[in-house]
């Protein structure tokens, strides 16, 4: 038992509070604080010693427990809610924890269980008790008179007449409160706000092309208001199908009325919560009617502003693109936010490099809307290890992260760093040098050789030997293929290794795997490459909305490989061709 709990400090502790408006004093403590607050509750009466715990926010009891110690018998929601209304009044030690609004939802997620059995019922509502401190003293008065009236009846009277005049006293006693209405106006808020909660959300079915049991939309409509009840703040009015039936199928356009006293936070959850609801209880129809359920638009209308499901995805649509006009370095952000983390991956990989790491690559993806977590995946070469340089990017990426944090006035974290080391510009510069230096020496060597091969053929000839001329071709190309090979295998070498660093850094997709194979045909390396990529379902509401098309990334992938072949290339003094490219998308 015992409902968990964020690892913090308590507020408050062992305060004892006798009265439901020292209690409330406790409760507004807590809430001015924070967004809401967790009590640890521990009192006793004749009937046994108890421990609460409750969860709330600002405006009702989201979770309750109860532990009975001596029966050591647990009891949750609605019971644990009536042990604490009958504990009103009576002395009470309480520890108060002040929680965020980032705590209470993680406390809800803890403790879910006791969530979902918690009826959601208004602090005022529980501790409007404070308030009703006058009535009891009437009903004191009301007994003491009952007392002392019972005191004045003669004791000489016979037994009967003297139960008789007990009752009749009794009866005046219990009349004098039901004769003086005037000090309880109170209740009548509470009878007024009880129809609310009772009274069913309007259903209204609008059916065209055939016909479908009501029922079906009944059980359909219950489905999303058992939704709309676990939305924090959200309350439904109406829920108004407009249905077109076919043959097997039904075209629905759903529009969903309702209220909300959350923040503007709580809103937008309850449009994306309520339009995803819509599409994932639709199969009802199926298995109620037997008609295949077909949604075609929906509108939820809360506090009168409408919203659509492409307004919520075009809100949160995310931006892909380049910083820099060579393409270094590319950015995943949403696009509200686009100009601060453009401008903080320009000079956080402009930090990077004054460390002595040049950065070849590097891909900021950042996820998140009102908290931002950043991934980098970068490509770079440096003289040190990985580790090192993991360690200096995000160093550099915390602290700019922290600033800009501040600038915009959100949490902003550093989660996944990716990063892949080439070997240093300076190797790949000297192994051009060496490549030129033997290229020269070969071609000298090649050039007396030819001079040797002519003073050969000229005496054959004279001899009247022509047999030979095709040999001494044959034997160099052999040579010119010898001085190729020297060059090839390291060529291939660094082009794997590029296009490998280079596929990870693709937004959109995830890199799979790359099969590269290759042949020499006259001086120049033919290459087919097959590479695999699991497409990634980002930017909508139901996961499956995308701005880019599949042929836009096979593009950028297709682009990306023979920049690197280009480069490669020039590196080796090597011709490079791509005979086949076979770019796979999952």
Not at 220 to 229: P, S, T
Not at 474 to 479: D, G, N, P, V
Not at 521 to 534: G, N, R, V, Y
Request: with cysteine; net charge negative.
């Amino acid at each position: 038992m015992s409902m968990q709990l964020p690892d913090k400090q308590p507020l408050i502790e062992n305060v004892v509070v006798t009265s439901a408006g020292e209690l409330k004093g406790l409760v507004e403590e807590g809430l001015s604080k924070g967004n809401g607050a967790f009590l640890k509750i521990f009192a006793k009466d004749s009937s046994g010693k108890y421990y609460l715990t409750i969860l709330l926010d600002r405006s009702k009891i989201l979770a309750a427990e109860c532990l009975l110690v001596d029966k050591k018998q647990d009891l949750s929601g609605e019971e644990a809610i009536s042990v604490l209304k009958s504990l009103i009044g009576k002395p009470m030690v309480i520890d108060v924890y002040d929680l965020d609004e980032l705590e209470i939802k993680l406390s809800i997620a803890d403790n879910v269980d006791v969530y979902v059995q918690t009826p959601k019922i208004p602090l005022e509502e529980l501790l409007g008790k404070a308030e009703e401190g006058p009535p009891a003293k009437e009903e004191m008065k009301a007994t003491t008179t009952a007392a002392v009236a019972k005191s004045e009846v003669p004791a000489t009277l016979p037994v009967v007449e003297k139960i008789k005049a007990e009752a009749k006293v009794e009866e005046t006693a219990e009349e004098k409160p039901e004769a003086v209405p005037e000090p309880k106006p109170a209740p009548a808020p509470v009878e007024e706000k009880k129809p609310a909660p009772a009274g069913k959300p309007e259903v209204v079915v609008n059916l065209s092309g055939g016909s479908v049991p009501e029922k079906a939309f009944q059980v359909y409509a219950e489905d999303l208001l058992k939704e709309a009840k676990r939305i924090k703040g959200l309350r439904i009015n109406k829920i108004e199908f407009d249905a077109n039936v076919g043959e097997g199928v039904v075209y629905l356009n759903v529009h969903i009325y309702g209220n909300s006293d959350g923040s503007a936070r709580d809103i937008e959850i309850a449009e994306k919560r309520m339009l995803h609801a819509v599409s994932k209880y639709a199969p009802v129809l199926l298995r109620e009617a037997e008609v295949k359920p077909i949604v075609k638009d929906v509108s939820v209308v809360i506090d009168g502003q409408e919203v659509k499901p492409q307004e919520i995805v075009d809100r949160d649509k995310k931006k892909t693109g380049n910083v820099t006009k060579d393409g270094r370095i590319s950015l995943a952000v949403l696009e509200d936010v686009w100009p601060y983390f453009s401008a903080y991956a320009r000079t956080v990989v402009t930090e990077i490099e004054s460390a002595g790491i040049r950065v070849k690559k590097a891909y900021f993806d950042v996820k998140g809307r009102r908290e931002f977590e950043i991934n980098l995946s970068m490509v770079a070469e440096a003289g040190m290890t990985k580790e090192a340089v993991e360690r200096i990017a995000r160093d550099v990426l915390t602290r700019h992260a922290r600033e800009l944090g501040r600038s915009l006035k959100r949490y902003i974290t550093v989660h996944n760093i990716d990063v892949e080391i080439l070997a240093p510009a300076v190797t790949s510069k000297t192994t051009k040098e060496t490549a030129v230096t033997t290229s020269s020496k070969a071609a000298e060597v090649l050039a007396k050789k030819e001079l040797l091969e002519k003073e050969v053929e000229q005496l054959l000839k004279q001899a009247g030997i022509d047999e030979l001329a095709p040999f001494t071709e044959e034997k160099k190309k052999e040579a010119e293929e010898a001085m190729l090979k020297g060059r090839i295998e390291p060529a291939i070498e660094t082009l794997k290794t590029r296009i490998h660093a280079e596929m990870k850094m693709i937004p959109r997709v995830t890199f799979k795997w790359l099969k590269l194979n290759h042949e020499i045909k006259d001086s120049t390396i033919q290459l087919d490459i097959e590479a695999s990529f699991l497409r990634e379902e980002t930017g909508g509401l139901f996961g499956s909305f995308s701005g880019v098309s599949d042929s836009k990334i096979k593009k950028d992938i297709e682009d990306a490989i023979r920049r690197i072949l280009k480069e490669v290339s020039k590196e080796y003094s090597i011709r490079i061709e791509l005979r086949r490219l076979n770019i796979i998308i999952r």
